[in-house]
C-alpha cells in the first residue's frame, strides 16, 4: 500500500502535422522524454498503460511498445474509453500504486491520426461511437451528435452561436503561448462565425483539429510536485439518444466523487483542464460541473474569468481545439500542461502560482465522465 | 409507408418503462422481461442540426441533410433525418426511409388532425 500517487513528469510532442512519423515512433518519442524529465532508469517502470490508437488498432500496444521501449513491466494493458481513456489511464495509475501493485507507472498515448489517415476515414471511425442501427445509418458523425447536443443547448439555455465561438477564441489564444501548439495564427469571434459551416449551429472553428501526437506521464509513489488526490468517474449512457436531460449528463457526479475523495470543494480549485472537443462541449462541462452557472460561461469567458491571468485559468495550452486532437494523447495534454503549471515546469508560458487542477474528460457523446484532482506539493520536480 | 422496424420499441414487462435502442434488460428496473412496442412515430423536436460536411461521398452527394432528435410520445428519444421546414419544439411524424444497404427514420411535420398510423 502506498499513501499518495504523485505525477513524476508529464510531456507532449509537438502536435499537428508530423509527416512520417509512425504511431510508435510518436508513442516512443513522448516516452522517452517523459523518462529522462523524471531522471528515471528504464529498470524502475514497473507498470504500463497505453491508449489505443485508430491508426494503429494493435490488440495489444502497451507490450508492444514496453519492447520497443526497452522495458519489463510487471503490469501492462491497453485502455479504451474514447476522449476519456487518458484521464481514465491516470485515475487507474493512481489505484495501482495506491493498492501497492506498482511503484512507477508509465501512461503513455500518441498516433499519426492526421497523416496516417484520410479526414473521412477518423470521421467514419469516431461516429462508431453513436448507435450502428439508429444513429450512424442517419449520415450522422461526431460533429453532428455535438451539433444536435448544442441545439438543445442553445434552445434551453439562451446560448448563441457568438457566446460559443469565445471558447474558440479563448483556446487559440493560449495555443499561441504553446511552442508544441497545432493551431496558432490567432482567430476573432467573427473569423469562428464565418468559418465553412459544418453541421448547425457548429462552424469549423468550433471544432477541435485533427492532429498527430503524443503525450507521456509518469505516476509514481515516490514524492513528487503533483499528486493526485481524489478522482471520479460517471457512464450513465453510451448513445445521444439515450441522455435524457441535457443537464445531468454525468459530469457532475463524476465530479461530486472526485471532490468527496479529496476532500475539498470547487472553491479550492484554483486551475482547469476540461475536455473541449467542440465550444459546445467546453460551455456543457463549465456549467454542469459547477464552475459557471447555466448559460454564463461564455460571459465569464468574456470577463476574462478563464483567460491565463485570470482567477481560473483554463486549459492554458490551448486544449484540444487550438493545441489539438490526437485522440488519447488530445486529452492527455491537459493532464500535462496542468502538471506544468502545477510543477512550476511552464517555461516561458508559466502563470501565476497555482495549487489545486481540476481536470475532466469526456468519451463518446458526453458519454463517459472522469474527473481528476491535482495538487501541488511544493516539491520540486 | 412502413413505420415497422426502426420504430420498434422496447417496453418493460415490469415497470412499463419503454426504450429506444433495443437493450437487453430495462435501465429502471433491471428486469429482462423487455417486450416489443410498435411506436406511431408520432414526436416533439428536441434537437436539430443541418449537417454540411457529411462523413462519405455517398451522403456528401446528399448534402445539406438535417439530423433530428425526437422525443416520441411513447417516452423514448431517437434519431432520425427530418424535412428541411422541422424545427425545435414542432410535432413530427417518422416513418421508415430506405436508402441503397441502410435505413433509418424520416421525420416531416405532423398535423394533428392527420391519422398516424398503427
Redesign the interface.
Given at each position: 500500500m502506498n499513501a499518495q500517487a504523485h505525477i513524476l513528469s508529464a510531456v507532449t510532442t509537438k502536435f499537428g502535422r508530423r509527416d512520417n512519423a509512425t504511431t510508435l515512433a510518436l508513442l516512443a518519442e513522448a516516452a522517452n522524454d517523459c523518462l529522462a524529465l523524471a531522471g528515471v532508469e528504464r529498470r524502475d517502470i514497473d507498470g504500463v498503460l497505453c491508449g489505443y490508437a485508430t491508426t494503429f488498432p494493435h490488440l495489444m500496444l502497451a507490450t508492444l511498445l514496453s519492447e520497443k521501449l526497452g522495458l519489463n513491466p510487471a503490469y501492462a494493458h491497453g485502455m479504451q474509453l474514447g476522449g476519456a481513456t487518458g484521464a481514465a489511464m491516470v485515475m487507474l495509475a493512481r489505484e495501482l500504486i495506491l493498492s501497492g501493485r506498482c511503484k512507477q507507472i508509465l501512461v503513455v498515448a500518441g498516433e499519426n491520426r492526421l497523416s496516417g489517415q484520410s479526414t473521412?476515414s477518423s470521421?467514419?471511425t469516431l461516429?462508431q461511437v453513436?448507435?450502428a442501427?439508429?444513429?450512424v445509418?442517419?449520415?450522422?458523425?461526431v460533429?453532428?451528435y455535438y451539433?444536435?447536443?448544442?441545439?438543445?443547448y442553445m434552445?434551453r439555455t439562451g446560448l448563441t452561436k457568438a457566446d460559443l465561438a469565445e471558447f474558440a477564441v479563448l483556446m487559440r489564444r493560449h495555443a499561441c503561448t504553446h511552442p508544441h501548439a497545432h493551431l496558432q495564427n490567432a482567430i476573432t469571434v467573427d473569423d469562428v462565425l464565418q468559418s465553412?459551416?459544418?453541421?448547425?449551429?457548429?462552424q469549423l472553428l468550433d471544432c477541435c483539429p485533427i492532429s498527430d501526437g503524443a503525450c507521456a506521464i509518469l505516476v509514481g509513489a515516490r514524492p513528487g510536485p503533483v499528486a493526485i488526490i481524489g478522482a471520479g468517474q460517471a457512464h450513465q449512457h453510451q448513445?445521444?439518444?439515450?441522455?435524457?436531460d441535457l443537464y445531468d449528463t454525468g459530469a457532475a457526479a463524476a465530479a461530486a466523487r472526485a471532490l468527496a475523495e479529496a476532500r475539498i470543494s470547487r472553491n479550492d480549485i484554483d486551475y482547469l483542464g476540461i475536455y473541449d472537443s467542440f465550444t459546445i462541449t467546453l460551455a456543457i462541462l463549465l456549467e454542469e460541473l459547477g464552475f459557471a452557472q447555466r448559460g454564463q460561461a461564455a460571459n465569464a469567458v468574456r470577463q476574462g474569468r478563464y483567460s491565463r491571468d485570470g482567477p481560473l485559468p483554463l486549459n492554458t495550452h490551448g486544449g484540444l481545439l487550438s493545441f489539438g486532437h490526437s485522440g488519447v494523447a488530445g486529452g492527455m495534454a491537459h493532464i500535462a500542461e496542468a502538471w506544468a503549471q502545477l510543477a512550476g515546469q511552464a517555461k516561458a508560458r508559466q502563470i501565476a502560482e497555482k495549487k489545486r487542477a481540476f481536470i475532466h474528460a469526456d468519451g463518446g457523446v458526453l458519454s463517459s465522465h472522469i474527473s481528476l484532482i491535482l495538487s501541488a506539493t511544493g516539491d520540486t520536480a | 409507408m412502413n413505420t415497422k422496424r426502426n420504430l420498434m420499441l422496447k417496453r418493460c414487462g415490469r415497470c412499463g418503462n419503454t426504450w429506444s435502442l433495443r437493450p437487453f434488460a430495462c435501465a429502471a428496473c433491471g428486469s429482462m422481461q423487455l417486450h416489443d412496442l410498435q411506436s406511431n412515430g408520432v414526436g416533439t423536436v428536441r434537437a436539430c442540426s443541418v449537417v454540411t460536411r457529411a462523413p462519405d461521398a455517398r451522403w456528401r452527394a446528399l448534402a445539406p441533410y438535417t439530423v433530428v432528435l425526437v422525443a416520441l410520445q411513447e417516452g423514448p428519444t431517437v434519431m432520425g433525418q427530418a424535412d428541411a421546414d422541422v424545427a425545435i419544439g414542432d410535432l413530427v411524424v417518422g416513418s421508415r426511409h430506405a436508402l441503397s444497404t441502410t435505413d433509418y427514420i424520416r421525420f416531416g411535420r405532423h398535423q394533428p388532425n392527420e391519422q398516424p398510423e398503427s
Open positions: 473521412d470521421m467514419q461516429a453513436g448507435d442501427a439508429m444513429e445509418p442517419c449520415g450522422a458523425s460533429p453532428t451539433a444536435l447536443l448544442a441545439s438543445e434552445h465553412k459551416p459544418i453541421s448547425s449551429p457548429l448513445h445521444l439518444s439515450r441522455l435524457s | -
